[in-house]
């Protein structure tokens, strides 16, 4: 059997991220159409705090939230594109951009396709121990980039609420949660 081919890539948009049309040749010799939005790796951070039993969040404006909740902020992991940059370096730089925390360690959990239906997105996921010592700045967000970031220090309890409620709908992050609580499920319990 013949394997599936893309025959042409046109650019179907190009703005702040690009849409690509693609032209693949299936098995039986068919073709079809696909859209792609090529976005490029990412890298996602949940920093935790064993002694003080807390993690750190961050709620910013989501445009495809708002347009299919009509609410404009979301509860969400520490996250970037990767910028031609590491994954690793990635997670360390949007920690203290998005949050005004410096995270040595990380603790890598692999990268995964956050949506292969649609986009060229793979997430690299991180968690990262840090101490209230860590926090040496701000946070919020570039300018730049329109970023207005609320920086979140969520107890570990409500942490798994926040989870069970469904308050975190972002699946990066709910990964990251789960990951935590398998890494620790002693710091989960009262």
């Known amino acids: 059997m013949t394997a599936y ?6 650019t179907a948009y190009e703005g ?23 976005s490029g790796d990412a890298a996602a951070v949940l920093p935790y705090d064993l002694e003080r039993r807390k993690v750190v969040l961050v709620r910013q404006f989501r445009a495809p939230v708002m347009h299919v909740e009509g609410h404009p902020d979301f509860l969400e992991a520490i996250a970037g594109l990767l ?7 990635c997670a360390r730089r949007e920690s203290m951009e998005e949050a005004g925390l410096r995270v040595e360690r990380l603790e890598p959990l692999g990268h995964f396709w956050s949506a292969p239906g649609i986009t060229t997105e793979r ?4 968690l990262a121990p840090y101490m209230e010592a860590d926090r040496v700045a701000d946070g919020g ?3 730049d980039e329109h970023e207005d970031i609320e920086v979140l220090e969520v107890s570990f309890d409500e942490l798994a609420k926040l989870l069970t409620s469904n308050t975190v709908a972002d699946m990066k992050t709910a990964v990251l ?8 499920p002693q710091a989960f319990k009262d």
């Open 5 to 10: 081919r893309i025959k042409q890539i046109d």
């Open 16 to 38: 702040w991220r690009k849409l690509l049309r693609l032209t693949i040749q299936m098995p039986d010799g068919r073709t079809m159409l696909r859209e792609v939005l090529n």
């Open 177 to 184: 949660i789960q990951a935590l609580q398998l890494k620790h």
């Open 83 to 89: 910028d031609e940059d590491e994954a690793e370096d």
């Open 141 to 143: 967000g570039l300018d």
């Open 123 to 126: 997430l690299h996921l991180f």
